[in-house]
DNA sequence: CTCAATTGAATTGTGTGCAATATACTTGAG
DNA sequence: CTCAAGTATATTGCACACAATTCAATTGAG
């Protein structure tokens, strides 16, 4: 009784739930090995960054990540309480706010080290089917992304 | 010059990372779709479930979308503001509240009918694929909920 | 050189997520 | 029958996301 177009709309058939949940849990198992670090989610990101490029502008983060300053500004505030980074001002250009990686947050690298394997084995998946997960994830980002 | 551990830790290389973009560009490219029906994402996940369902409590809308009162309680509210869904305390157990679709809220069912479509086309990938994506993300959720 | 347009960041406001707590109600062991 | 334990929902508080706006600084066309 159900027109094609209507069994569309059941929640259990959209992709967009399944990557909608999967993704909120994953945060979840993340949270538990985060707690540790006192770092959320989108702080580890940002961390990740920093430990790649220990220097880099508000902008070119956001870049990275995907995120605004309305989101950047005020995670980068608490980590910047909580001495991981420093945030000043470029002379040049005094629109330019650098984020720089502290010592102590150069330091909890170390300990956050584990983390991606241990995550890897609580999901108790073959690598090559995660491997194409994340392929076809970036590859629907890139589309959505491109319109 | 990177240990083992270590390359792990770059963002590129995360799946966590790819799902969490993947899953909000997703939702952002939905927010289009439903601005003209006055809905968010989350909004839009819980009338689907009420277009199959038309009432049930708040518990039961919880586990379907893995979701809380303490997200489902203000969100529902918005929807009854709406008009789209009515609140009412059970009579027989009063700590109980029955959410109902309301006749408006039935209606809306109809102008988001084309939505999965659109965004099956806006993906521009290969059903297979996105069948094969879905399949991950279930197994994915299953695998870190029953840890 | 000058001012309109642009840019980078911050601010504001709305709406999730979710942990923690509170509250009211129901149930069941004794 | 009673009260301790459990349950369903609401409330509170914190941290994102993100659109929209503001503001200061820079740039570039004429």
Redesign the interface.
């Known amino acids: 009784m159900m ?1 094609e ?2 069994d ?4 259990e058939k ?17 949270r538990l090995l985060l707690e540790p670090l006192d770092l959320t ?1 989108p702080q580890y ?1 940002a961390m ?2 920093l ?2 490029q220990p220097e880099l502008n508000v902008k070119e983060l956001g870049e ?3 995120l605004d300053s309305g989101t950047l500004t005020p995670l980068l505030k608490r980590l910047e309480t909580k001495g991981l980074v420093s945030r000043t001002r470029s002379q040049q250009d005094e629109r330019v706010v650098h984020i720089r990686l502290t010592e102590q947050g150069q330091l909890l ?1 170390a300990q ?6 241990t ?1 890897f084995q ?4 073959p690598l090559e ?6 392929h ?6 890139q ?3 491109a ?1």
Chains 1, 2 share one sequence.
């Open positions: 027109t177009h209507e569309y709309l059941v929640l959209q992709l967009c739930f399944s990557l909608y949940s999967a993704s909120h849990r994953l945060v979840r198992s993340y989610y990101l990740l960054v430990w790649q990275k990540l995907y690298k956050a080290s584990h983390i991606p394997k995550i609580q999901s108790a998946m089917q995660l491997q194409q997960l994340k076809s994830c970036d590859l629907l980002f589309q959505l992304e319109l």
